[in-house]
């Protein structure tokens, strides 16, 4: 459901505003009329969820959401680590702050990207069609809420919604002035700045978020890291909200994408495999949302958006030879930049009206996005004497126009029962530009007709029964659409995915289990017929359930666990170069399980976090031993880690908070890549939050 996710509404006919000096000034600098508005300023989003229980309810599928309590108790340094505990969600940690993004669901690989992820309900990868959405994830100190939505609900949104859709949901600008401050192991180092305030009538609002953290680095993989978002809203009249959002972001980080030598690991090492190879990030966006009651029971919500970023990748060279026989990489002199910048620009708009349709009452939506994206991207030869700059060798602009439409209406056929069909088209052209040959250049083209029927009901006041079907895909990028100037005639990776389950509560209980299946019927693979570089082959098939429950007691105490078992997640044939049929698909454990004590009373919020991931595979084939088969393949041993969070209440203004992450200090492989990469270490970290 589209809905205002934030009221700015005064409690009490007597409370004051006391906004700092910043805050006000502001409000003013963004020119916010004080008088001669009649509503209360609102800022108008886009949500995926948004209503609380009763929107949950409407929902035929899955729902987890990890509320601003939660994030609290748990202290995340990253997103990642934010959702690491939310049912079915696994990631392949690569560096403690997730500067890259590596999220699966329910066995899909977190290296690949068939998860929809949106800001405010706004894309937040940099390419959805033209290049890899891992490169920016955004930063968890300003986020309020994350949500986590599964089955045919997911329509609503896409691409890329296979494994189905999370929203972070940013924080709105708060009263006043606040200022918070982190440290902790590896010399991390974290300040944020809070400042907001609203016209004397309340009728409109801003604020600005910024933070800069940087840290030495689990492995001596060091960031620097800042990152600034301010947002504004106001009313319109008595039926219509704008809201503006803008973020910056800029991280300098010295990682990867290589990892330890399986004797480095062994030894315990605890280097960086890759000390001058650094991950450059700079990235701006724009949102402006409004929002129009047109009557009751009718309501449009529109989002223009728009976002810019360069990332610069620089990694020296290796000697392959040298590096296997010692063990360890050896670096040569040359240096390759791969370098690539992004734009995107695009507008989404959704129309709910409250209809009777056939005689039984319910609610339609519908839904427009219209998208430009477009990719540079560059090839650099330069050398350890100049790190920064050299010689173009390779020059591509790549870029893609989607459009989609979706439509679906809710039937409320009885108080119980309620049956939502929906639609989504989803068309786009790709184009790739070799500016350095253009025998290279092409385009391609496809249109996807995903269709989707989900139910809920309520078996009584503590059961509700939902489920779904509907048909997902996962576009191919240009590089994999256009090699050499040919249209590869790739179809989208398309998955059939059904799930059932029961949710509800019962007192002090809340619990919420599902079985899950997802069918693809082609996977892009590398060629198997003549002339082409890539094509639609391979049949795979993830099926399994997940399960959530929670109780808590009335002396403060609660506890809330989760497992998903994934029995089925395999190739359905043969594919050549080892991966046979029957084989499991890489990183997609059988088991993921965690389980939280936690401890809410008066000034303290506080928990003691179990994780578990089951052994899984680094390739297709399914090897036992870790080896280099130009990639990294293997068996990945299972293990867990234990975390104690929490915060406490000083008073009003002052909140102080700590964490020890990997409590009992385990050492386990989180990922392979190009080599192994470690879990992070035993760290710990303190702060305190002032609020003026």
Same mark, same amino acid.
């Given at each position: 459901?589209?809905?205002?996710?934030?009221?700015?509404?005064?409690?009490? *006919?007597?409370?004051?505003?006391?906004? %700092?000096?910043?805050?006000?000034?502001?409000?003013?600098?963004?020119?916010?009329?004080?008088?001669?508005?009649?509503?209360?300023? @609102?800022?108008?989003?886009?949500?995926?969820?948004?209503?609380?229980?009763?929107?949950?309810?409407?929902?035929?599928?899955?729902?987890?959401?990890?509320?601003?309590?939660?994030?609290?108790?748990?202290?995340?340094?990253?997103?990642?680590?934010?959702?690491?505990?939310?049912?079915?969600?696994?990631?392949?940690?690569?560096?403690?702050?997730?500067?890259?993004?590596?999220?699966?669901?329910?066995?899909?690989?977190?290296?690949?990207?068939?998860?929809?992820?949106?800001?405010?309900?706004?894309?937040?990868?940099?390419?959805?069609?033209?290049?890899?959405?891992?490169?920016?994830?955004?930063?968890?100190?300003?986020?309020?809420? !994350? @949500?986590?939505?599964?089955?045919?609900?997911?329509?609503?949104?896409?691409?890329?919604?296979?494994?189905?859709? !999370?929203?972070?949901?940013?924080?709105?600008?708060?009263?006043?002035?606040?200022?918070?401050?982190?440290?902790?192991?590896?010399?991390?180092?974290?300040?944020?700045?809070?400042?907001?305030?609203?016209?004397?009538?309340?009728?409109?609002?801003?604020?600005?978020?910024?933070?800069?953290?940087?840290?030495?680095?689990?492995?001596?993989?060091?960031?620097?890291?800042?990152?600034?978002?301010?947002?504004?809203?106001?009313?319109?009249?008595?039926?219509?909200?704008?809201?503006?959002?803008?973020?910056?972001?800029?991280?300098?980080?010295?990682?990867?994408?290589?990892?330890?030598?399986?004797?480095?690991?062994?030894?315990?090492?605890?280097?960086?495999?890759?000390?001058?190879?650094?991950?450059?990030?700079?990235?701006?966006?724009?949102?402006?949302?409004?929002?129009?009651?047109?009557?009751?029971?009718?309501?449009?919500?529109?989002?223009?958006?728009?976002?810019?970023?360069?990332?610069?990748?620089?990694?020296?060279?290796?000697?392959?030879?040298?590096?296997?026989?010692?063990?360890?990489?050896?670096?040569?002199?040359?240096?390759?930049?791969?370098?690539?910048?992004?734009?995107?620009?695009?507008?989404?708009?959704?129309?709910?009206?409250?209809?009777?349709?056939?005689?039984?009452?319910?609610?339609?939506?519908?839904?427009?996005?219209?998208?430009?994206?477009?990719?540079?991207?560059?090839?650099?030869?330069?050398?350890?004497?100049?790190?920064?700059?050299?010689?173009?060798?390779?020059?591509?602009?790549?870029?893609?126009?989607?459009?989609?439409?979706?439509?679906?209406?809710?039937?409320?056929? *009885?108080?119980?029962? %309620?049956?939502?069909?929906?639609?989504?088209?989803?068309?786009?052209?790709?184009?790739?530009?070799?500016?350095?040959?253009?025998?290279?250049?092409?385009?391609?083209?496809?249109?996807?007709?995903?269709?989707?029927?989900?139910?809920?009901?309520?078996?009584?006041?503590?059961?509700?029964?939902?489920?779904?079907?509907?048909?997902?895909?996962?576009?191919?990028?240009?590089?994999?659409?256009?090699? *050499?100037?040919?249209?590869?005639?790739?179809?989208?990776?398309?998955?059939?995915?059904? @799930?059932?389950?029961?949710?509800?509560?019962?007192?002090?209980?809340?619990?919420?289990?599902?079985?899950?299946?997802?069918?693809?019927?082609?996977?892009?693979?590398?060629? !198997?017929?003549?002339?082409?570089?890539?094509?639609?082959?391979?049949?795979?098939?993830?099926?399994?359930?997940?399960?959530?429950?929670?109780?808590?007691?009335?002396?403060?105490?609660?506890?809330?666990?989760?497992?998903?078992?994934?029995?089925?997640?395999?190739?359905?044939?043969?594919?050549?170069?080892?991966?046979?049929?029957?084989?499991?698909?890489?990183?997609?454990?059988?088991?993921?399980?965690?389980?939280?004590?936690?401890?809410?009373?008066?000034?303290?919020?506080?928990?003691?976090?179990?994780?578990?991931?089951? @052994?899984?595979?680094?390739?297709?084939?399914?090897?036992?031993?870790?080896?280099?088969?130009?990639?990294?393949?293997?068996? !990945?041993?299972?293990?867990?880690?234990?975390?104690?969070?929490?915060?406490?209440?000083?008073?009003?203004?002052?909140?102080?908070?700590?964490?020890?992450?990997?409590?009992?200090?385990?050492?386990?492989?989180?990922?392979?890549?190009?080599?192994?990469?470690?879990?992070?270490?035993?760290?710990?970290?303190?702060?305190?939050?002032?609020?003026?």
């Amino acid at each position: 459901m589209n809905r205002i996710a934030r009221t700015f509404r005064q409690q009490g *006919t007597a409370r004051a505003l006391t906004p %700092s000096r910043l805050a006000v000034a502001i409000a003013f600098a963004l020119n916010f009329p004080a008088q001669g508005i009649a509503a209360q300023a @609102e800022l108008p989003r886009i949500d995926v969820i948004s209503g609380g229980e009763e929107a949950i309810a409407k929902q035929a599928g899955s729902v987890s959401i990890v509320d601003k309590a939660q994030l609290e108790r748990i202290q995340p340094l990253s997103t990642e680590d934010a959702l690491r505990g939310a049912p079915g969600v696994h990631i392949k940690g690569e560096e403690e702050t997730a500067v890259v993004a590596n999220i699966g669901i329910r066995g899909l690989s977190a290296s690949d990207y068939k998860t929809l992820i949106l800001e405010d309900g706004v894309p937040i990868a940099p390419g959805l069609f033209v290049g890899n959405g891992r490169y920016y994830n955004p930063r968890i100190q300003r986020m309020d809420e !994350i @949500e986590v939505l599964k089955g045919a609900a997911a329509l609503r949104y896409g691409p890329n919604t296979i494994g189905g859709v !999370i929203n972070y949901k940013t924080r709105d600008p708060i009263d006043g002035f606040a200022v918070s401050g982190r440290v902790g192991s590896h010399n991390y180092r974290e300040a944020t700045l809070e400042a907001g305030g609203a016209t004397p009538s309340g009728e409109a609002r801003a604020g600005l978020m910024y933070t800069r953290a940087s840290s030495d680095g689990f492995q001596d993989k060091d960031f620097d890291m800042q990152d600034l978002m301010v947002k504004a809203g106001m009313a319109l009249g008595d039926n219509q909200w704008l809201g503006v959002k803008f973020t910056y972001y800029e991280n300098d980080a010295n990682i990867s994408y290589r990892g330890l030598f399986p004797g480095e690991y062994r030894a315990g090492s605890q280097h960086n495999p890759a000390p001058d190879d650094y991950f450059l990030t700079d990235r701006k966006s724009l949102d402006i949302n409004h929002m129009w009651e047109i009557r009751p029971g009718m309501n449009l919500s529109t989002v223009l958006y728009w976002s810019e970023m360069v990332r610069d990748y620089w990694r020296f060279g290796v000697d392959t030879a040298a590096s296997n026989a010692a063990g360890s990489w050896v670096y040569t002199n040359t240096v390759n930049g791969n370098n690539r910048a992004f734009d995107r620009i695009g507008m989404d708009s959704r129309l709910t009206v409250a209809n009777t349709l056939f005689g039984v009452r319910g609610e339609a939506e519908i839904g427009v996005r219209i998208m430009q994206e477009e990719m540079d991207d560059q090839a650099v030869a330069a050398t350890r004497a100049n790190p920064r700059s050299g010689t173009v060798t390779a020059d591509r602009k790549d870029s893609a126009t989607s459009y989609a439409l979706f439509a679906q209406n809710r039937f409320d056929v *009885t108080d119980n029962l %309620s049956i939502t069909p929906g639609l989504r088209i989803e068309s786009y052209e790709q184009e790739r530009e070799d500016l350095r040959n253009s025998a290279n250049n092409g385009d391609s083209s496809n249109t996807e007709y995903l269709p989707g029927i989900g139910a809920t009901y309520k078996l009584n006041p503590a059961a509700q029964l939902y489920g779904s079907v509907y048909k997902a895909f996962s576009p191919p990028l240009n590089a994999q659409s256009i090699v *050499t100037g040919v249209d590869q005639q790739l179809d989208a990776e398309n998955s059939i995915n059904v @799930e059932f389950g029961v949710r509800g509560s019962r007192g002090a209980l809340r619990y919420e289990f599902t079985a899950f299946q997802m069918d693809f019927d082609n996977q892009i693979t590398p060629a !198997i017929s003549a002339g082409l570089a890539n094509a639609n082959a391979g049949s795979t098939l993830h099926r399994g359930l997940e399960g959530a429950l929670g109780y808590r007691w009335n002396n403060g105490f609660s506890v809330d666990g989760n497992l998903t078992w994934i029995p089925v997640s395999e190739y359905r044939e043969n594919r050549g170069g080892g991966i046979d049929k029957g084989n499991r698909l890489p990183y997609s454990p059988e088991l993921l399980a965690n389980l939280s004590l936690g401890y809410t009373s008066g000034p303290v919020n506080a928990a003691l976090s179990w994780h578990y991931v089951d @052994e899984q595979f680094g390739d297709g084939q399914n090897n036992v031993p870790i080896t280099q088969t130009g990639i990294w393949g293997g068996r !990945i041993a299972s293990h867990y880690t234990v975390d104690l969070t929490g915060s406490y209440d000083v008073n009003k203004q002052l909140r102080l908070f700590g964490a020890i992450k990997n409590l009992t200090d385990e050492r386990y492989i989180a990922g392979l890549r190009q080599g192994i990469y470690a879990g992070p270490e035993r760290a710990v970290e303190v702060g305190a939050k002032y609020t003026f």
